[in-house]
């Protein structure tokens, strides 16, 4: 951390250095063991590796020698830290309560009534996959990617995402298909409002 000034660090790693303590604050606890151990790493250095490997995609040996471990340790790094990410988002769908408090701070913001959320999508580069279905998730940027759809409340908190579709999937197929979907059109007891996107997602 200290080797790097701020703009190189966010370049390498996509966050600023007040965010990558706090995140390592968060999720220490969950990641270090509670006794040191030959090869354990510390909680700063688990969450560097994983913010490097989310930030360049690369393969994970030339992330091992970035820091100086092997890509075994890598792999297992990126999974632990990021398993705990996901078990702290806690990113789930508004109730309805959620939605109407939701609508009025819309409203104030931009003024525009009964809206929910915003919902949009962007396609995350990979490396080319193996098997028969690569040609799936390569796009007319011609780069393979994962789509992936992010639904978003009025403070930017993320609500619903989406990240399992080859990026030749269409957007409209994939909103069809999702927990989103199902909360405004299923025969439970829908969300009452609006969700802006783009057009690309009526489907045809």
Sequence with gaps: MEIYDDLELFRKFRFNRESIYRIVDIIADRVEFP??????????????????FYACGTLQDGIGEFIGVSQPTVSRTVRRVTKTFVAIADIHLPSQRKADTNKEQFYRAGGMPNVIGCVDGTHVRIQAPHGNHAQEF??????????????????????????????????????????????????NKPLQGIFLGENIYIYN
């Design 35 to 52: 006794s040191p151990r030959k090869g354990s790493l510390l909680a700063l250095l688990q969450v560097l590796l994983t913010l490097r």
């Design 138 to 187: 390569l796009i007319r940027k011609n780069f393979f990617s994962i789509n992936v759809r992010i639904v978003c409340g009025p403070n930017l908190e993320i609500m619903n995402c989406v990240a399992k579709w080859a990026g030749s999937v269409h957007d409209a197929r994939i909103l069809r298909e999702s927990q989103l979907f199902a909360a405004f059109e299923g025969n």
